[in-house]
């Protein structure tokens, strides 16, 4: 007898859930997308009217309390995250919350203590780690084609938004709402995969700026890291540069593996023997692949491999880059 399918409620069906994550929880086998929360109830009958859900709600607990919701998604800013991911806990249902996992590592500890108490899975959409493309560059470093990994570089630059100063302030750039600025909204997903790859961070040591002065949180940061591993590695992240950047580069004992984190563009090995690039196309959802493991593994079988426990470590680098920054007196009044 097979088991029965997990039926899903979203609270937050904002632009995130538009084609990134929505369809992905109708799409997954043994999985169904039943009722959506929006505090604008209109805009949320309007979201399940579009994406065919039955159910339709203007109030987090009515979607939580509802007895035809086995499991919650948490796509609202992170300011929300611990609170929502806290009620669902206590109503006895798996949740899966948006990156980063939440405001700071503090909050995070507290939640993966909820989800032990109650005995339950906590998930968190870090959906890079079931991506294709990352996939099989997991695969190309355990299969040791380029060696024993040695050293990593990390790399991300774009140009500040310029629709900056033209209206209110982005949620991704307000502290009190997003836990930091970009760095933490983007660099988590660069953070995250490189523990994937190869494995926890245990010492970090960086700084953090604001260059231009546009928004109170941080605008650029360095830091160094140390791997469990014994891989070392530096990550420069700046919001702040004339033009786009986007590289990893990961070194061995015998060869050299490059892939961008964000940009669509093939992964290349180079080694002794010459250069190979392998393209790998994200699918059209892109958290289908998360989803479908975690729906997998409530259901009975397998794993998924994005859990609060490995999206705190992520947030624990993340509160090492930023804590210094953090109390500046312009950051904590904004």
């Known amino acids: 007898m097979s088991a029965p399918a997990i039926r899903w409620g979203i609270i937050g069906c904002g632009d995130v859930t538009e084609v990134k994550s929505g369809p992905g929880f109708q799409k997954a086998n043994g999985s169904r997308l039943v009722a959506v929360m929006r505090r604008d109830g209109g805009a949320a009958r309007d979201y399940a009217r579009r994406h065919g859900v039955p159910r339709a709600y203007d109030h987090a607990a009515d979607l939580i309390g509802d007895a035809g919701v086995d499991a919650v998604y948490v796509a609202t800013p992170p300011s929300s995250h611990h609170d929502y991911a806290l009620q669902a806990l206590a109503a006895g249902k798996p949740a ?22 109650a005995g339950l899975p906590l998930f968190v959409a870090y959906y890079r780690r079931m991506l294709p493309r990352f996939v099989a560059v997991r695969d190309a470093l355990r299969d040791g084609r380029i060696g024993t990994p040695l050293t990593v570089t990390a790399q991300y630059a774009s140009p500040p938004d310029p629709s900056l100063g033209a209206g209110p302030l982005p949620w991704r750039y307000r502290p009190e709402i997003a836990g930091g600025g970009l760095f933490v909204d983007m660099g988590s997903h660069a953070l995250d995969l490189l523990d994937h790859l190869l494995g926890p961070i245990d010492e970090v040591r960086g700084f953090a700026v604001n260059q231009l002065g546009a928004y109170a949180a941080e605008d650029a940061v360095a830091f160094a890291m140390r ?12 919001f702040t540069a004339r033009e786009h950047a986007d590289r990893v580069e990961i070194a061995g004992s015998h060869g050299v593996l490059r892939y961008a984190t964000f940009a669509e563009v093939p992964f290349e090995i180079e080694t002794a023997r010459g250069a190979t690039h392998s393209r790998i196309a994200h699918p059209k959802h892109v958290q289908q692949p ?11 079988f397998g794993n998924c491999p994005s859990t609060g426990t490995s999206a705190a470590r992520t947030s624990w680098v993340i509160n090492r880059v930023l804590d210094q920054y ?9």
């Open 326 to 334: 953090r109390g500046k007196p312009a950051y904590r009044s904004s």
């Open 227 to 238: 791997f469990r591993s014994g891989v070392i590695g530096t990550a420069r992240f700046a």
């Open 290 to 300: 998360l989803i479908q493991s975690i729906v997998d593994e409530l259901r009975g």
């Open 96 to 117: 899966y919350v948006e990156k980063p996992m939440a405001c700071s590592h503090r909050e995070c500890r507290a939640m993966n203590a909820a989800a032990e108490a």
